[in-house]
């Protein structure tokens, strides 16, 4: 019987994980966000595999929400976004930022 084949680690993020990074990029100290652009809480696989592979670090525990993985954005991390060309906002993100704007007119 074959064993199964075992994907290579990734040297850089995927697109859920490259757009959580970026949102570090302009926060002071590289902070990472708790919620994504429509106010889900990120997704705790998203923020463990940016953590492993070393894009991101803890920064501090919340006493208050101790489950709460509180991040910022490392070196590694930075540099693997420079891998990925650095875009300033997903499709995603443009059309949450269209609709928003397009209700407050």
Known sequence: MA???RSPSRSTPSDVQGAWLRRGLEQPGGKLP???QRGQRV????I???LKAGW???WFDNPLKPDWLVCRLTETGRTALDGLGRHAATSTEEE???ARQGALI
Request: hydrophobic content about 25%.
């Open 48 to 50: 463990e595999a940016c």
């Open 3 to 5: 064993k199964p084949r």
């Open 96 to 98: 949450t930022g269209d």
């Open 34 to 36: 708790l919620f994504d």
């Open 56 to 58: 991101a670090e803890r």
């Open 43 to 46: 997704k705790k696989a998203t």
